[in-house]
């Protein structure tokens, strides 16, 4: 068995990989605070630098995937360090980050249940891999795999963001903001939980038991409706107009719209090449819920 087939070797080198895109994303924030910039741009930098090193080792091991668990470890450890560093302690702060973990930990523990190893890549990577010329190939794989992920990711990211720097007390809404967050992350956590179940005795079979009855995608509209969630957050301690609440809704949108113009017809396209009957149910099911 080679070091890549490895399971648990293959936990320990990812592990290996993102404590060290967590320093340089460190070390970047470090050099740039005090040049004036405002602070957005400052941890978007050190988001960057940080998704260069993980798309570097993602190049080094031929595995794109190496990429997938920054999605859901990115958010929790960027929030949670700029409360620190704010010592933004408030009930709308906790609540927010709350929220956040849970979702993250639940995101990133159905990573961990489907890795096999850094043998295996997500079919999509390998769909264009072999499809596209190798220099096509890395720049898909650099600005399309890696780095827009992390841009719409920051993006959702930045009502958080304010929410911390407000340093304001919750509200009734601030509330309704994270039982929508907390809804999105267990409306995912049942999804998957029933779509794994389902597939272990039904292999290669459409997968129509509890909420994949009523919608073809609820993890996905699970995730749409987490970062909605929290732009409502700071919604609600926001008074007053403000570009800066403008902002909040670019993040959910881009996100809204990546799944469901990329994400949603790229699976939907696979299902119906390999599962007979899919047209069907996608006639008298519903994209989403």
């Known amino acids: 068995m080679s070091l890549k087939q490895s399971r648990s070797l293959s936990f320990v080198i990812i592990a290996i990989v993102y404590a060290l895109a967590f320093v340089v994303g460190l070390l970047v924030y470090k050099t740039l605070a005090g040049t004036g910039w405002h602070y957005l741009w ?21 595995n794109v995937s190496v990429y997938d668990p920054y999605w ?53 990577y390998t769909k264009y891999r072999t499809e596209q010329k190798p220099a096509v190939f890395h720049l898909i794989n650099f600005f399309g795999l890696n780095m827009m992920p992390t841009i719409v990711v920051f993006l959702v990211m930045i009502p958080g963001f304010f929410v911390i720097e407000m340093v304001a007390q919750a509200n009734i809404m601030t509330w309704f903001g994270f039982l929508v967050c907390v ?86 396209k696979r299902q119906l090449k390999n599962k007979p009957g899919y047209a069907e149910y996608q006639k008298r099911t519903r994209m989403f819920l």
């Open 183 to 268: 809804c999105a992350a267990t409306l995912q956590l049942i999804s998957d939980t029933q779509r794994h179940r389902f597939a272990k005795n039904h292999k290669g079979q459409i997968c129509e038991v509890g909420l994949w009855k009523h919608g073809r995608h609820p993890n996905y509209f699970g995730e749409i409706l987490m970062w909605w969630g929290v732009s409502l957050m700071y919604l609600s301690l926001s008074i007053g107009p403000s570009t800066l609440r403008d902002l909040c809704f670019i993040g959910p949108l881009l996100n809204s719209c990546m799944f469901c113009f990329i994400s949603v017809p790229l699976m939907e």
């Open 42 to 62: 400052q941890l978007f930098i050190a988001d960057a630098a940080a998704t260069v090193v993980v798309w570097f080792f993602g190049l080094v091991f031929r």
């Open 72 to 124: 859901s470890v990115a958010p929790p450890v960027m929030l949670t360090l700029w409360a620190c560093h704010l010592n933004s302690w408030t009930s709308a702060t906790i609540l927010l980050l709350i929220a956040v973990w849970y979702w993250a930990i639940r995101l990133t523990g159905n990573w961990a249940y489907t890795f096999r190893n850094l043998d295996s890549e997500d079919w999509r």
